[in-house]
């Protein structure tokens, strides 16, 4: 066997090699093993602005827990679950007290002009929060109870097992994204 093709050949499986690898590390971040936020994790007090500009200081020292859904404007899921995020804070209204956060406030016009949240949309300026509740993918639903601890932590829209798991869990029928 000549030379060059012995070495075609090990640049062709070397080649081989790598794109499965790579393949196999983005299956890995496509498709998360677990919630970023682990239940149980702590969430303390913070203060978040709503779209007039006037700050508002979210605490868990409350009778009810708080639902907080984290969207993004731009975030195609987002938009999505629009309608079954609507049915689940209508649904829970009297039992849990709801909060919408963002982090971005551009875009939110536009979003807003498409999408009627049942309660309003608060912008989140607290690096911390967004670091400690590791809030890098949208949408995220948490469910934390008055004593501020994360019982139940749902990644992505409404489909699924994460939809199965919200129904389940708030004993109700969502419509399907």
């Given amino acids: 066997m000549p030379r060059s093709f012995v070495f075609v050949l090990a640049l062709l499986a070397l080649s ?3 794109n499965v690898e790579l393949a196999w590390k983005m299956r890995r971040l496509q498709t998360p093993e677990s919630p970023p936020t682990k239940v149980g994790a702590q969430v303390g007090p913070f203060t978040a602005t709503d779209m007039e500009g006037h700050a508002r200081d979210i605490s868990f020292n409350t009778v ?3 639902l907080i859904y ?3 404007p731009q975030c195609r899921w987002c938009k999505a679950n629009s309608a ?3 049915a689940l804070a209508r649904a829970i209204d009297n039992k849990v007290r709801v909060v919408i956060l963002s982090r971005r406030a551009d875009r939110m016009e536009e979003f807003l002009a498409s999408n009627h949240p049942p309660v309003p949309i608060l912008i989140l300026n607290s690096a911390a929060l967004i670091h400690d509740l590791d809030l890098t993918a949208t949408p995220q639903t948490f469910v934390v109870n008055p004593k501020g601890r994360v ?3 749902w990644y992505g829209a409404y489909t699924g097992q994460t939809r199965d798991e919200i129904e389940k ?5 969502l419509p399907e994204v």
């Fill in 16 to 18: 081989l090699g790598l």
């Fill in 64 to 66: 009810k827990p708080t």
């Fill in 70 to 72: 984290y969207i993004d």
């Fill in 84 to 86: 079954s995020f609507d």
């Fill in 151 to 153: 019982e139940h932590h």
């Fill in 169 to 173: 869990t708030f004993h109700l029928h």
